[in-house]
């Protein structure tokens, strides 16, 4: 049973920084939140965008979320952390790291603390490109069908192709790791005072959508699979699990060293994690057949039905279909775009390079008014584009662009693929060409739509979560009018932390399912965007042109 005198701490751990919540467990209200950015990340330590290689330091996320709790406790102020009951956590994924046979990121072992192969290997790094292109071969060899469960391609974002990359680059990490560890599982790991990895408890979310895990199979894919893929992997199966947890049981509670680290109690029961947007799902109050899109940096699409309405259909070309990925006891599916956010980051960067590069160096005003200046510049530029853009009376024949510039997750994941502008004049502004960004982003979700009605999954509604769908009206908008379908914006900012304050909750027996604390928890909408019919005939016209330059592209890719 709910009390209100009980507390939980919702911790979110993305792309460029880490926030924690601490939340009233009796109605979700938030009484306090901080927010840590990674600092080697953001000087843009071991990154090397040229090559698609991104990757964060495990002292980033150790040092976050230290101080975030610390700062919500301090906010609070009294009795607060004596009455904290639970902390679980969301976090980037496939985002995994080598570890020694303690557990221990190999980043964090002398000699390796530099070395960004010991490091964990962000969601959006795509080195492993070669490797999974080498597994979606390798695996048609087999009588079963092991990708069948995460849509039939497996991407060079996830656990296995990550793995055999790094094996590959790097004598040192070879000779130095034990296992390979997604960032959801290690984190309960890392607060439970976890010293043997056999110990460690993965999550079914992870488990089952990056890392090839399901019941069907008795676990993970046989040796067999992996060692005849490369002998690098020889014995890496029997290092890993063969039992997967759901994100309402507990990995344990406080170790002595992070109850005094956090000044919480050692009773503080820590649930099992799970990847930002499953959990952000759940936050921003999912439904059956209702896709939830966590818009961030890229999009995660998440959707949960009745495992008897869905049993025995697969969805093609998705990130994959666990199990009580999102909701226990329902199937969890997840789809996505590699970038959203990012494109549109793009674009900007683009636009202010001479801020940035010539600035600093004018006579005409000081360095500090030329900081100024670009910081205004910059913080302002998407809305001032968003307004023009959306003053734009489009035609058919149009800009027009194509959204894979970190290619494509789904549906049928490629990161090969590139993004494009066509239909440019010496018309087109800058205006002009964000709209098509826009527009060609949402087109992109729409593909995804459409792929589970072809498949036979239903979509009955659209969920808006994150960033961007609070605060573009003019990109929500054109997602109404493309997708032709109502969606409704989720009130907080944050449903991804709140989404593990709701497991977290779960996990320490305040409710006794996750629906109950959806209920009593969520915050609810207050935006909704409705299409307009008018635009959405104009759309679908263009919706057309859009498929047929994602053909042309991919042809091109492929000669």
């Not at 330590?45 to 290689?53: G, K, M």
């Not at 659209?462 to 109502?486: C, E, H, T, W, Y």
Request: net charge negative; glycine share 10%; with cysteine.
């Amino acid at each position: 049973m709910k009390t209100t005198d009980q507390f939980v701490i919702g911790v979110d751990f993305g792309t460029d920084s880490v926030r924690s919540i601490l939340v009233h467990a009796g109605d979700g209200t938030e009484i306090a939140s901080s927010v840590y950015a990674y600092p080697r990340w953001k000087k843009g330590l071991y990154c090397d965008p040229s090559t698609n290689r991104f990757r964060q330091h495990p002292a980033d996320y150790i040092e976050g979320i230290e101080a975030t709790i610390k700062t919500c406790l301090e906010k609070a102020g009294g009795m607060v952390a004596a009455a904290v009951k639970a902390i679980s956590v969301d976090t980037t994924g496939s985002t995994p790291v080598a570890v020694d046979n303690a557990g221990t990121p190999l980043a964090l072992l002398p000699g390796l603390e530099d070395n960004p192969n010991a490091m964990f290997v962000l969601w959006k790094d795509h080195t492993a490109v070669k490797e999974a292109n080498e597994l979606n071969l390798h695996a048609e060899r087999f009588p079963t069908n092991y990708l069948q469960f995460v849509g039939g391609i497996y991407s060079s974002e996830w656990f296995w192709a990550k793995l055999l990359h790094v094996l590959r680059e790097d004598e040192e990490v070879r000779k130095n790791i034990h296992s390979w560890v997604e960032h959801c599982d290690w984190i309960p790991f890392l607060l439970t005072g976890g010293k043997d990895i056999t110990q460690l408890k993965r999550g079914v979310c992870s488990a089952g959508h990056k890392s090839l895990w399901a019941e069907e199979f008795g676990g993970l894919p046989p040796e067999e699979f992996f060692s005849t893929w490369d002998g690098l992997l020889s014995g890496f199966r029997e290092r890993l699990f063969t039992q997967t947890y759901t994100a309402d049981e507990a990995a344990g509670t406080l170790s002595p060293e992070w109850a005094e680290r956090l000044g919480l109690p050692t009773d503080v029961v820590v649930g099992i994690g799970a990847f930002d947007c499953h959990m952000g799902a759940v936050g921003g109050q999912i439904e059956p057949y209702h896709l939830s899109k966590v818009m961030g940096t890229s999009t995660c699409d998440m959707l949960v039905a009745p495992m008897e309405e869905v049993r025995g259909k697969l969805v093609k070309g998705i990130c994959g279909q666990v199990p009580g990925s999102i909701i226990p006891g329902m199937m969890g599916m997840e789809a996505g775009q590699s970038a959203f956010g990012d494109a549109y980051a793009w674009f900007r960067n683009l636009l202010v390079w001479p801020l940035e590069n010539m600035l600093q160096h004018t006579a005409l005003i000081d360095a500090t008014l030329a900081e100024k200046l670009q910081t205004e510049i910059v913080e302002e530029m998407i809305t001032a584009l968003s307004k023009k853009a959306a003053e734009i009376d489009v035609s058919e024949e149009d800009e027009l662009a194509l959204d894979w510039l970190n290619g494509r997750r789904t549906p049928d994941a490629n990161q090969l693929l590139k993004g494009a502008f066509t239909g440019l004049d010496l018309g087109t502004d800058a205006p002009r060409m964000f709209r098509s960004l826009v527009e060609a982003t949402c087109f992109g979700a729409r593909k995804i739509v459409d792929r589970f009605r072809e498949q036979g999954i239903p979509v009955k509604g659209l969920i808006g979560l994150g960033g961007v769908a609070r605060k573009s009206p003019f990109i929500m908008q054109m997602m109404a009018d493309v997708m032709n379908m109502p969606i409704r914006i989720h009130k907080s900012e944050q449903t991804c932390a709140f989404g593990a304050a709701m497991f977290a909750a779960t996990a320490a027996g305040i409710y006794g399912r996750v629906e109950e604390a959806i209920t009593d928890m969520g915050q609810g909408f207050d935006l909704e965007y409705s299409p307009d019919p008018v635009k959405n005939r104009l759309y679908e016209k263009r919706y057309q042109n859009y498929s047929r330059l994602g053909e042309f592209i991919e042809q091109q890719t492929n000669l």
